[in-house]
């Protein structure tokens, strides 16, 4: 009898797919009734009356062709949700105004506008604050198209990490298509770890466990089955099992999507590095703050004291408010909104390169932390392997066979077993097209064991109709074993086992011969196939065994789907059928990546769930079993106490048979012992360990999406070699962050300094609102584009992890900070008080900007040709500078110069360049300059007797010369002054009279004032 759907489906007679002419009502209609109420399924005639409905072949799935899915999608919808709409242009343009300060200098140019055209002639009147309002302008459209380009970057992104690639059956084969061109009626195969893409029916399913808990709030997985919950919810995960789903809504009919509809994604992420830098900006902006309120009161008190009340006039009004709106820029100037710009700027700069190396970033945050990582705990297969398996070598029926083949003497129901025990308990699947090789899919596994099977010569699909399936045991890796039982056509119940070589082995008790008979297995056979696989596993060999075992006629009676999820498969005395050896070479590029890891100073460990042998032999091949590193396996490590565990993990290298559990375990003693953690996995199961690391790497090929969803970056090669660009890219970020930030503070510290100086001694500031707001441009935007998108080098695999403690102004970028601020502002007072004006400034600055690419290193230029980015950032603000000074005239406050006054204004900026090579070779120490001087605070705040407050201790030994302090738990020895006195001040003593002796000691130190050392 001809199955009704492929009836259906060849005799449309050219009418459209889905016309109400076969089935009663709209279809579209009833398949919407059937998606929100389940329990309708029976009376649309089952799974085989929801089919004809969608004109669908379960077994075949859709036809497929274009214009079939263009059909489909016309019907019933495409498979898309609802997304935030990004920001238009003109919002951030809106949010940049809203900026207070600006909002203030905004008020300055109107008042300075009105007071200029009033006291001037209209022609020069209007300068003043035409030059504030341009500049204004030109600050806020510079930030708003800089916020909007990385929205932009940040949409693309999104839109990756959401294109999910699904497994569907489509006119006989087995495709890839993307979750967004899934359609109503595909065959979709689900396997452990994978997330529903639609709504759907189950067709076929073997053990499978839902997560639901994203739909319902239910904690506890759902069991799935044909009959009684067949219903499968777009967006929930498979957290066992396998089986084919056949898709009944899509996108907005979907109880996901209508869930989607009432909700909107946001991404307000912000990252540690954020956070400290929103610190430091803060910290920045009350200094430039009191700077601006003190320029702003010196300038008034000196302009009241110079006045002329009785003839005040306007110009004497506009004198005021350009010193308010100088006091205004310099707050503008001084608070750093170029931190948060340079951080979005870097890790949108990243994330786009990092995709280019086959990184995708999940989570911002995992940009800066992959730089300060110190170990990764790597899988093996896949990651450090190739994950291109083939079966190169077998033991079969008893003899060790150097070919594939079957020897003669094999008959053919021995060969069945094999053939059934190959084709039968698997989730691959083989297609066999009219013209060309056959077209193998499934895990690498399975299809190196199905290519096995195609070359013996098995007919997978004549296999699988030639039997009734009863039961699943699937594969996970805590099992590291899978099941399946079936019935013969001849009657007979038979269970067949597959998983880790020495796992099934001990399961057996015989071995099946050639020519269909068994012997037993002797300790002695046992030891020679112990030998084999370990012979396998020392050549690199994956080890898979196969046994199966014939039931008896009581134990077939009971053999039910309900019984083997309550009691499991039978697997003991099992018949040993063959034991094979699956080569998955070494990764390209591998040994070379780790030892870059490991110069790094990034331990790389191995966690597999492969044979000890196995696992030792790829990772001396790797570069990752050193000389005094040991190989472990998992049972032996979770049987320690956890004061054994710290004392063996510094020398594990290879962690093998390990199960989930026992690399979540791993991570956590890492963590506790003060290690940043980056985790790669691929399974449902390594979703703990890749939440619990510090930096979760999922695999994008291999790694389910429930691995993907509890990781920070997902790995879309598989490859190792990547996971070692992300760590460069990580520190690169935070590199380029400190680059921006000793740049910008050299320019704070120097525009600060100049307008506090001079206002105090001149009465005026030499730098005005427009030329401050340009400073301001360069220092912020530009500096930002410029030093934030700097691409990473070699050097940074050279030097150790960053510490996540670590200052952001370490020792070397104070003492260049230091140096360029002094000769700049040396260079600048000579040139205002001799007459020059600000001759020069702009051309330091540039030069400067030039030294922050290498903080450490002498030469600057390395690398510089290939930055276009910062290359073109220097050239604007050089051509636009020139042009300002040039042509500007009265609106920025300059004057034009000639070829010779160029030269020198040239030469004193260029020359900040040789002095920075010579600060450059000041040795500094390494601690932080603040533990140097904390310790001598804490002595004068605390007092002089010994004090111990939690991890912080202080004290100064009698007759000592040197004052120690814990802090931290590091300890550190600070040599005393000779002049301390053995008179000393009582701890009693306000904080002040104990600042005065800290500097006037001979004054103070009296016997009367301060008692004896306690």
């Given at each position: 009898m001809?199955?009704?759907?492929?009836?259906?489906?060849?005799?449309?007679?050219?009418?459209?797919?889905?016309?109400?002419?076969?089935v009663?009502?709209?279809?579209?209609?009833?398949?919407?009734?059937?998606?929100?109420?389940?329990e309708?399924?029976?009376?649309?005639?089952?799974l085989?009356?929801i089919?004809i409905?969608?004109?669908?072949?379960?077994?075949?799935?859709?036809?497929?062709?274009?214009?079939?899915?263009?059909?489909?999608?016309?019907?019933?919808g495409?498979?898309r949700?609802?997304?935030?709409?990004?920001?238009?242009?003109?919002e951030?343009?809106?949010?940049?105004?809203?900026?207070?300060t600006?909002?203030?200098l905004?008020?300055?140019?109107?008042?300075?506008?009105i007071?200029?055209l009033?006291?001037?002639?209209?022609?020069?009147?209007?300068?003043?604050?035409g030059?504030?309002?341009?500049?204004?302008?030109?600050?806020?459209?510079?930030a708003?198209?800089?916020?909007?380009q990385?929205?932009?970057?940040?949409?693309?992104?999104?839109?990756?990490?959401?294109?999910?690639?699904?497994n569907?059956?489509?006119?006989?084969?087995?495709l890839?298509?993307?979750?967004?061109?899934?359609?109503?009626?595909?065959?979709v195969?689900?396997?452990i770890?994978?997330?529903?893409?639609?709504d759907?029916?189950?067709?076929?399913?073997h053990?499978?466990?839902?997560?639901?808990?994203?739909m319902?709030?239910?904690?506890?997985?759902?069991?799935?089955?044909?009959?009684?919950?067949?219903?499968?919810l777009?967006?929930?995960?498979?957290m066992?099992?396998?089986?084919?789903?056949?898709?009944?809504?899509?996108?907005?009919?979907?109880?996901?999507g209508?869930?989607?509809?009432n909700?909107?994604e946001?991404?307000d992420e912000?990252?540690?590095?954020q956070?400290?830098?929103?610190?430091?900006?803060?910290?920045?902006?009350?200094?430039?703050?009191?700077?601006a309120v003190?320029?702003?009161?010196?300038?008034?008190?000196?302009?009241?004291?110079?006045?002329?009340?009785?003839?005040?006039?306007?110009a004497?009004?506009k004198?005021?408010?350009d010193?308010?709106?100088?006091?205004?820029?310099?707050?503008?100037v001084?608070?750093?909104?170029?931190l948060?710009?340079a951080?979005?700027?870097?890790?949108a700069?990243?994330?786009?390169?990092?995709m280019?190396?086959?990184?995708?970033?999940?989570?911002?945050?995992?940009?800066?932390?992959?730089?300060?990582?110190?170990?990764?705990?790597?899988?093996?297969?896949?990651?450090?392997?190739?994950?291109?398996?083939?079966?190169?070598?077998?033991w079969s029926?008893?003899?060790l066979?150097?070919?594939?083949?079957?020897?003669?003497d094999?008959?053919?129901?021995?060969?069945?077993?094999?053939?059934?025990?190959?084709?039968?308990?698997?989730?691959?699947?083989?297609?066999?097209?009219?013209?060309?090789?056959?077209?193998?899919?499934?895990?690498?596994t399975?299809?190196?064991?199905?290519?096995?099977?195609?070359?013996?010569?098995?007919?997978?699909?004549?296999?699988?109709?030639?039997v009734?399936?009863?039961?699943?045991?699937t594969f996970?890796?805590?099992?590291?074993?899978?099941?399946?039982?079936?019935?013969?056509p001849?009657?007979?119940?038979?269970?067949?086992?597959?998983?880790?070589?020495?796992?099934?082995?001990?399961?057996?008790?015989?071995?099946?011969?050639?020519?269909?008979?068994?012997?037993?297995?002797?300790?002695?056979?046992?030891?020679e196939?112990?030998?084999?696989?370990?012979?396998?596993?020392?050549?690199?060999?994956?080890?898979l065994?196969?046994?199966?075992?014939?039931?008896?006629?009581?134990?077939?009676?009971?053999?039910?789907?309900?019984?083997?999820?309550?009691?499991?498969?039978?697997?003991?005395?099992?018949?040993?059928?063959?034991?094979?050896?699956i080569?998955?070479?070494?990764?390209?590029?591998?040994?070379?990546?780790?030892?870059?890891?490991q110069?790094?100073?990034?331990?790389?460990?191995?966690?597999?769930?492969d044979?000890?042998?196995?696992?030792?032999?790829?990772?001396?091949?790797?570069?990752?079993?050193?000389?005094?590193?040991?190989?472990?396996?998992?049972?032996?490590?979770?049987?320690?106490?956890?004061?054994?565990?710290?004392?063996?993990?510094?020398?594990?290298?290879?962690m093998?048979?390990s199960?989930p559990?026992?690399?979540?375990?791993?991570?956590?003693?890492?963590?506790?012992?003060?290690?940043?953690?980056?985790?790669?996995?691929?399974?449902?199961?390594?979703?703990?360990?890749?939440?619990?690391?510090?930096i979760?790497?999922?695999m994008?090929?291999?790694?389910?999406?429930?691995?993907?969803?509890?990781s920070?970056?997902?790995?879309?090669?598989?490859?190792?070699?990547?996971?070692?660009k992300?760590?460069?890219?990580?520190r690169?970020?935070?590199?380029n962050?400190?680059?921006?930030?000793?740049?910008?503070?050299?320019v704070?510290a120097?525009?600060?300094?100049?307008?506090?100086?001079?206002?105090?001694?001149?009465?005026?500031?030499?730098?005005?609102a427009?030329?401050?707001?340009?400073v301001?441009l360069i220092m912020?935007?530009?500096?930002?584009?410029?030093?934030?998108?700097?691409?990473p080098?070699e050097?940074?695999?050279q030097?150790?992890?960053i510490?996540?403690k670590?200052?952001?102004?370490?020792?070397?970028?104070?003492?260049?900070?230091?140096?360029?601020?002094?000769?700049?502002?040396?260079?600048?007072?000579?040139?205002?008080?001799?007459?020059?004006l600000?001759?020069?400034?702009?051309?330091?600055?540039?030069?400067?900007?030039?030294?922050?690419?290498?903080?450490?290193?002498?030469?600057?230029?390395?690398?510089?040709?290939?930055?276009?980015?910062?290359?073109?950032?220097?050239?604007?603000?050089?051509?636009?500078?020139?042009?300002?000074?040039?042509?500007?005239?009265?609106?920025a406050?300059t004057?034009?110069?000639?070829?010779?006054?160029?030269?020198?204004?040239?030469?004193?900026?260029?020359?900040?360049?040789?002095?920075?090579?010579?600060?450059?070779?000041i040795?500094?120490?390494?601690?932080?300059?603040?533990?140097?001087?904390?310790?001598?605070?804490?002595?004068?705040?605390?007092?002089w007797?010994s004090?111990?407050?939690?991890?912080?201790?202080?004290?100064?030994?009698?007759g000592?010369?040197?004052?120690?302090?814990?802090?931290?738990?590091?300890?550190?020895?600070?040599?005393?002054?000779a002049?301390v006195?053995?008179?000393?001040?009582?701890?009693?003593?306000?904080f002040?009279?104990?600042?005065?002796?800290a500097?006037?000691?001979?004054?103070l130190?009296?016997?009367?004032?301060?008692?004896?050392?306690?």
């Open positions: 001809s199955d009704p759907c492929s009836v259906l489906l060849m005799n449309t007679g050219g009418v459209h797919p889905f016309s109400n002419r076969y009663k009502g709209s279809p579209v209609d009833e398949i919407e009734e059937i998606g929100t109420n389940p309708n399924i029976k009376d649309h005639g089952g085989r009356g089919a409905c969608l004109r669908v072949d379960p077994t075949q799935g859709i036809q497929g062709s274009l214009e079939d899915v263009r059909l489909r999608v016309d019907s019933f495409a498979n949700y609802p997304v935030k709409k990004p920001k238009l242009f003109i951030y343009l809106w949010e940049a105004c809203q900026d207070e600006l909002l203030i905004v008020v300055c140019a109107i008042v300075s506008l007071v200029g009033t006291t001037e002639s209209l022609s020069t009147g209007w300068y003043d604050g030059g504030i309002t341009f500049a204004v302008v030109l600050v806020v459209m510079v708003s198209v800089s916020d909007y990385q929205d932009q970057q940040f949409q693309r992104l999104n839109d990756q990490k959401r294109n999910i690639m699904i569907v059956t489509r006119n006989g084969r087995r890839k298509v993307s979750i967004f061109d899934i359609v109503v009626g595909d065959i195969q689900l396997n770890g994978d997330q529903i893409p639609a759907g029916l189950l067709v076929v399913g053990s499978m466990l839902v997560d639901e808990s994203s319902t709030g239910e904690s506890e997985p759902m069991e799935k089955d044909e009959i009684e919950h067949p219903f499968l777009s967006g929930c995960k498979v066992d099992g396998y089986g084919d789903m056949m898709v009944t809504a899509v996108g907005m009919s979907t109880e996901w209508r869930l989607m509809a909700i909107s946001e991404n912000e990252t540690p590095l956070e400290r830098l929103n610190s430091l900006a803060t910290t920045i902006g009350k200094i430039g703050l009191a700077v003190l320029v702003f009161c010196i300038l008034v008190i000196r302009f009241l004291a110079q006045v002329d009340f009785k003839h005040f006039t306007g004497n009004g004198t005021l408010v010193y308010f709106a100088i006091a205004v820029t310099i707050v503008v001084a608070v750093p909104e170029g948060p710009l951080v979005t700027l870097t890790l700069y990243s994330m786009a390169k990092m280019d190396d086959r990184a995708l970033v999940r989570h911002l945050s995992a940009c800066e932390t992959m730089g300060s990582a110190t170990t990764i705990c790597s899988d093996k297969t896949g990651t450090l392997t190739m994950n291109m398996m083939t079966v190169v070598n077998n029926c008893g003899r066979r150097k070919t594939l083949d079957f020897d003669e094999f008959t053919a129901p021995v060969i069945q077993i094999l053939y059934q025990s190959i084709c039968l308990n698997s989730n691959g699947n083989v297609h066999f097209p009219k013209h060309g090789a056959p077209e193998v899919t499934g895990s690498p399975e299809q190196a064991v199905l290519g096995w099977g195609v070359k013996l010569g098995a007919k997978f699909d004549e296999v699988r109709k030639a009734t399936i009863i039961g699943v045991e996970n890796s805590t099992k590291k074993r899978m099941a399946i039982c079936f019935r013969t001849d009657g007979k119940t038979v269970v067949h086992w597959k998983g880790a070589a020495e796992i099934i082995l001990n399961a057996c008790t015989r071995i099946l011969q050639p020519d269909g008979s068994f012997s037993d297995l002797t300790p002695e056979r046992v030891e196939l112990q030998l084999i696989i370990s012979s396998f596993a020392n050549a690199a060999l994956r080890t065994c196969f046994a199966y075992r014939e039931l008896s006629s009581s134990e077939a009676a009971d053999m039910s789907p309900e019984y083997i999820k309550a009691a499991g498969m039978p697997d003991k005395d099992l018949i040993c059928v063959a034991i094979v050896g080569k998955d070479p070494c990764r390209p590029g591998v040994p070379e990546a780790v030892a870059r890891c110069q790094a100073g990034i331990k790389v460990r191995m966690v597999t769930g044979n000890i042998q196995t696992a030792k032999a790829i990772a001396a091949e790797c570069g990752i079993l050193t000389e005094g590193g040991s190989a472990i396996e998992g049972k032996e490590f979770r049987a320690m106490t956890v004061v054994q565990q710290y004392k063996v993990i510094p020398s594990i290298d290879v093998a048979r199960s559990m026992d690399k979540h375990t791993l991570v956590k003693r890492l963590l506790e012992m003060g290690e940043i953690v980056g985790v790669t996995g691929d399974g449902t199961n390594d979703a703990p360990a890749l939440h619990e690391a510090s979760g790497l999922a994008g090929i291999a790694g389910t999406e429930v691995a993907k969803e509890s920070d970056i997902i790995i879309l090669d598989d490859n190792f070699s990547s996971i070692v992300v760590v460069r890219w990580g690169a970020v935070y590199c962050i400190q680059k921006f930030i000793q740049f910008q503070t050299t704070n120097v525009a600060l300094s100049l307008n506090f100086i001079t206002a105090v001694s001149s009465g005026y500031a030499p730098l005005t427009v030329q401050l707001l340009w301001n912020d935007t530009m500096g930002a584009l410029a030093l934030a998108t700097e691409p080098t050097s940074l695999m030097r150790p992890p510490g996540g670590e200052p952001l102004i370490t020792n070397i970028m104070w003492r260049n900070i230091v140096g360029q601020a002094c000769y700049q502002l040396a260079l600048l007072l000579v040139l205002h008080f001799k007459g020059f600000i001759l020069g400034l702009h051309d330091t600055t540039v030069f400067n900007e030039i030294n922050s690419r290498k903080p450490d290193d002498l030469n600057v230029f390395t690398g510089l040709l290939d930055n276009s980015l910062f290359l073109a950032v220097i050239t604007f603000t050089v051509v636009v500078q020139a042009l300002i000074v040039e042509f500007a005239g009265d609106f406050s004057v034009g110069l000639d070829w010779k006054m160029w030269l020198v204004s040239i030469f004193l900026g260029f020359f900040s360049m040789p002095l920075a090579m010579m600060i450059k070779l040795p500094v120490p390494d601690a932080p300059f603040i533990t140097y001087l904390k310790p001598v605070v804490m002595y004068f705040m605390r007092g007797k004090k111990s407050d939690g991890d912080e201790h202080i004290q100064l030994r009698r000592s010369k040197y004052l120690e302090a814990t802090i931290g738990g590091q300890t550190t020895r600070v040599t005393m002054p002049c006195p053995r008179m000393l001040p009582s701890p009693n003593e306000t002040s009279r104990r600042l005065m002796y500097f006037f000691p001979e004054v130190s009296t016997p009367s004032a301060f008692g004896d050392v306690q």
